[in-house]
């Protein structure tokens, strides 16, 4: 068993930077592939980023690219989305997620733990 805890949402104006992070209790964190995705109002949940097991490889949404930068810190048990240029478009409810595989995926249905969520507001 998983648990997530999202922290470092807020609101940012247009062009700006935020840190989201993301607290994992459990073993063998280092083993699982972690994602983040977001959720816009009236929208599905969609894939932004995921990591490997080991933190090398990553992943990323055509949207997000060259602007967010996910990254993992496994002797803390953390992982990182790093957004810079934020647009009134990311504006969203960001979630971390889990998978118990060490190689990522850009597919809700294959993670099995989630965090709560934190708001990112992006204002024009």
């Known amino acids: 068993q998983v648990q997530l805890v999202e922290s470092g949402g807020g609101l940012v104006q247009a062009g700006g930077s935020l840190r989201l992070s993301c607290a994992a209790s459990?073993?063998?964190?280092?083993?699982?592939?972690l994602g983040w995705f977001r959720q816009a109002p009236g929208k599905e949940r969609e894939f932004v980023a995921s990591?490997?097991?080991?933190?090398?490889?990553?992943s990323y949404a055509d949207s997000v690219k060259g602007r967010f930068t996910i990254s993992r810190d496994n002797a803390e048990n953390t992982v990182y989305l790093q957004m810079n240029s934020l647009k009134p478009e990311d504006t969203a409810v960001y979630y971390c997620?889990?998978?118990?595989?060490?190689?990522?995926?850009?597919?809700?249905?294959?993670?099995?733990?989630w965090g709560q969520g934190i708001q990112v507001t992006v204002s024009s």
């Open positions: 459990g073993r063998a964190f280092r083993l699982y592939a």
């Open positions: 997620a889990a998978r118990n595989n060490y190689y990522t995926s850009r597919r809700t249905d294959e993670y099995a733990w």
């Open positions: 990591v490997t097991g080991g933190g090398v490889g990553t």
